[in-house]
């Protein structure tokens, strides 16, 4: 081991100027703003419009400004990695759609799929070549076009989803401050519960596929809802005490933004007050992997210098994940 520490230097995000309020969308399926709110939180979401604009375009978005942030170079950027469910293609890799969009030339870049938990688990993953010593700025971004795979005939998951993106920059930490410690899951067999059937190679693409609208999100919202509550709450408690913390001791929550409901009963189930728990669901909807960085993008002028923060996820696999981070710099 090197003894260096990863530390988030930066964070930036980007969602697209269109608005899909829950009124629209009551003229689009049987559903109504006060039904849509009461159980998910979700007021509005963001869409990205247009032909040939993919989950690429959201990240890089996001990398430019980040870039500008911090006042780098994008040439300046060793390595970039993407998390997405929701890729431009399935080759090349979205991230190096990205690298190739910003003008990264000088970085390596692949993609992480992990569903929802997809950014948490490029974070870890990433911090572990800042630790290594043979990288000094890793970017990880977290960038999904869910309204590509919604069917917005089914009232179950289109009020659900919106598109957007976030990224972070990972850089060696000079002081106490960064990545501390990560738990990381993953169980297949929930793999039924939660997925996007066809367009992979058990089930190509075809008229049959798609006549069967299997290439849009299948849920079955009560069995995720027991599984993420009771997940999320499992590793967030066993990150902090593997690090001897306690609720008073952590400054922020940073939940996945699946469900209001969801996070309310992760909150509780960690016995930390309401007040230290992140919320943008309202404005975003669940952008998959875009959401624990556009809560960091969101609440970084409240964030300060030697914060406990607890990231926590859970993504359709089942995968799920919670991670400790002491925040490394004031905005």
């Known amino acids: 081991m090197t003894g260096i520490r990863s530390a988030i230097t930066a964070v930036h995000g980007y969602v697209p100027d269109y608005v899909l309020t829950n009124d629209e969308l009551a003229t ?5 703003d006060e039904w849509i709110q009461s159980r998910t939180g979700v007021k509005e979401r963001r869409i990205l419009k247009g ?14 400004g980040l870039c ?10 060793d390595m970039l990695i993407c998390a997405t469910a929701t890729p431009d293609m399935l080759f090349p890799a979205t991230a190096n759609l990205i ?11 692949y993609d992480v799929m992990a569903a929802c938990s997809g950014f948490l688990f490029a974070l870890t993953t990433g911090s572990k070549f800042v630790e290594s010593g043979s990288h000094k700025k890793v970017v990880i971004v977290g960038a999904d076009k869910m309204s590509s795979i919604v069917d917005y005939t089914d009232r179950t998951t289109c009020i659900l989803f919106g598109d957007g993106a976030g990224a972070v920059l990972l850089e060696p930490s000079d002081d106490e401050n960064g990545i501390i410690d990560s738990v990381l899951r993953s169980d297949g067999s929930g793999s039924e519960f939660l997925y996007l059937k066809a367009g992979g190679s058990a089930y190509p693409a075809s008229h049959e596929t798609v006549d069967n609208r299997q290439h849009y999100i299948h849920q079955e919202g009560q069995t995720v809802f027991k599984f993420a509550v009771k997940k999320m709450a499992e590793v967030s408690v066993e990150v902090m005490e593997r690090n001897d913390l ?3 001791d952590i400054a922020w929550l940073v939940p996945h933004q699946a469900n209001r409901r969801i996070i309310d009963a992760t909150a509780n189930m960690m016995d930390l007050d309401h007040s230290k728990v992140m919320l943008n669901i309202h404005k975003y909807g669940n952008t998959t992997s875009g959401t624990l960085p556009l809560c960091l993008w969101d609440w970084e002028d409240k964030l300060k210098k030697g914060d406990n923060l607890i990231l926590a996820a859970f993504g359709g696999g089942f995968t799920w994940g919670a991670t400790y981070v002491k925040w490394a710099y004031n905005a």
């Open 246 to 248: 306690k609720g008073s």
């Open 28 to 32: 689009m399926v049987d559903t109504n």
């Open 68 to 77: 500008e942030k911090r006042g780098i170079d994008p040439g300046e950027i």
């Open 99 to 109: 690298t190739d969009k910003v003008g990264a030339v000088n970085a390596f870049g």
């Open 51 to 64: 032909d040939g604009q993919g989950s690429s375009v959201l990240g890089a978005e996001a990398v430019k």
